[in-house]
């Protein structure tokens, strides 16, 4: 099971905001990317297996 918590985050100029952030914007930028391949692709599986090699958790994605 896969959990997600949501934190609310107030902008300031310290070091903590820029190591959280930066990894924040890179997993919106993923999820946007990811949006995009399953809407060109909707029969894409998203987890792989033996029958599934070239699902979409497979991929190498750079954004």
């Known amino acids: 099971m896969i ?3 949501k ?3 107030r902008r300031d100029r310290s070091a903590n905001s ?3 952030g930066y990894p924040a ?3 919106n ?3 946007n990317h990811a949006v995009g391949v399953l809407n060109r692709e909707p029969n894409l599986p998203k987890r792989s ?3 599934r090699p ?6 190498m994605i750079c954004v």
Do not use: E, M, S, W
């Open 18 to 20: 820029r190591v959280i």
């Open 29 to 31: 930028a993923a999820y």
């Open 49 to 51: 297996g033996k029958n």
């Open 54 to 59: 070239h699902a979409i958790n497979n991929r």
């Open 25 to 27: 914007t890179q997993q």
């Open 3 to 5: 959990r997600t918590l």
């Open 7 to 9: 934190f609310a985050l």
